[in-house]
């Protein structure tokens, strides 16, 4: 009699994990995903919108930024929309002066695709030179 409660305990935990599992959205926009060769980098999450961009606590809470190695200048993912296995965001420099509109998609490999839409070019200040960062750029994770 103790083993079937024991089982019956387990299979009810169990169906009731599977189901929290399921109720979660995606995980795909979620994390760190790099390109190596630019030495640039996303920080997302795409999902529940809360990421805090170091040293820029003022802004709260956004779905993610986009920086780059070597400098703390950073582009803020304000809006982001996930549709399938693309994203459509928009960024703002530190300034707030300059916006980008581009798209972000999960490929069958494991990697990202990052497209420019419209907007200013991804720039970031490194060293005494801008870094601009060409209008499709593949990511992967660590």
């Not at 300034?95 to 907007?119: F, I, W």
Request: net charge positive.
């Amino acid at each position: 009699m103790n083993k079937k409660c024991i089982l019956i305990l387990v299979l009810l935990m169990l169906v009731t994990l599977g189901g929290y599992a399921q109720d979660r959205p995606d995980s795909t926009f979620i994390g760190k995903i790099y390109n190596d060769e630019l030495k640039v980098y996303i920080v997302m999450n795409l999902v529940d919108k809360n990421v805090t961009v170091p040293q820029q606590d003022i802004f709260g809470k956004v779905d993610g930024y986009m920086g780059c190695t070597g400098t703390e200048h950073v582009w803020t993912i304000v809006t982001s929309e996930v549709k399938g296995h693309t994203a459509h965001i928009e960024m703002i420099n530190n300034y707030g002066s300059e916006d980008v509109s581009a798209t972000l998609t999960y490929e069958k490999d494991g990697s990202y695709t990052y497209k420019h839409q419209s907007g200013s070019t991804l720039k970031f200040p490194v060293g005494q030179k801008w870094h601009k960062i060409p209008s499709k750029v593949v990511f992967k994770r660590k």
